[in-house]
T-cell receptor, first 112, second 112 residues
Framework: DTGVSQNPRHKITKRGQNVTFRCDPI?????LYWYRQTLGQGPEFLTY????????KSRLLSDRFSAERPKGSFSTLEIQRTEQGDSAMYLC??????????FGPGTRLTVL | GEDVEQSLFLSVREGDSSVINCTYT??????LYWYKQEPGAGLQLLTY?????DMKQDQRLTVLLNKKDKHLSLRIADTQTGDSAIYFC????????????FGPGTSLSVIP
């Protein structure tokens, strides 16, 4: 078991560009979560999938953000028309049923 | 409401015990967690406790839960320099789909 993996680890982009991040959960984990963490803060919940169904979205997830988990395995998080306020660490976590969430290393986004 | 609070900084000498405190507000929380984050890394699950337990011990870690006061603590015995990190307290309320609410994190500095 290699744990939760995320790619890329770092992304620098210019304001207005679109970016996409990928998360590969621990195999057989049916639940996948996205969180955002800004400097000096704890992670904040963004959205959650059970298999391929997106079951909850935070109000933090504006219409510029979209997440998918097409086959119930890996997930992508896309941010359109990035803004400087989107600069943060984006963390993915997975769990089996209602079990504990295990986190990936995160993708650090810097919007110039 | 859902809110988790922690003191932001703690400094201890190597070999001493560290105690990190946390308060939470959601009495329906079923699980309470401690995660560790080293610089530039994702979150590592340290330990968790069910809400019907008072104490859990795991090697150098002791978790105490006072459900009446909604107070959680993490004690690290014989603190080492490798324990320097940010420690996040988190709760999982019963009110939504396994969303975990994190505190702001306590930055632990271990002085050699």
């Amino acid at each position: 078991d290699t744990g939760v993996s995320q790619n890329p680890r770092h992304k620098i982009t210019k304001r207005g560009q679109n970016v996409t991040f990928r998360c590969d959960p621990i195999s057989e984990h049916n639940r996948l979560y996205w969180y955002r963490q800004t400097l000096g803060q704890g992670p904040e919940f963004l959205t959650y999938f059970q298999n391929e169904a997106q079951l909850e979205k935070s109000r933090l997830l504006s219409d510029r953000f979209s997440a998918e988990r097409p086959k119930g395995s890996f997930s992508t998080l896309e941010i359109q028309r990035t803004e400087q306020g989107d600069s943060a660490m984006y963390l993915c976590a997975s769990s089996y049923v209602t079990d504990t969430q295990y986190f990936g290393p995160g993708t650090r986004l810097t919007v110039l | 409401g859902e809110d988790v609070e922690q003191s932001l900084f703690l400094s201890v000498r190597e070999g001493d015990s560290s105690v990190i405190n946390c308060t939470y507000t959601d009495s329906s929380s079923t699980y309470l967690y401690w995660y560790k984050q080293e610089p530039g890394a994702g979150l590592q699950l340290l330990t968790y406790i069910f809400s019907n337990m008072d104490m859990k011990q795991d090697q150098r870690l002791t978790v105490l839960l006072n459900k009446k006061d909604k107070h959680l603590s993490l004690r690290i015995a014989d603190t080492q320099t490798g324990d320097s990190a940010i420690y996040f307290c988190a709760e999982k309320p019963e009110t939504s789909y396994d969303k975990v609410i994190f505190g702001p994190g306590t930055s632990l500095s271990v002085i050699p």
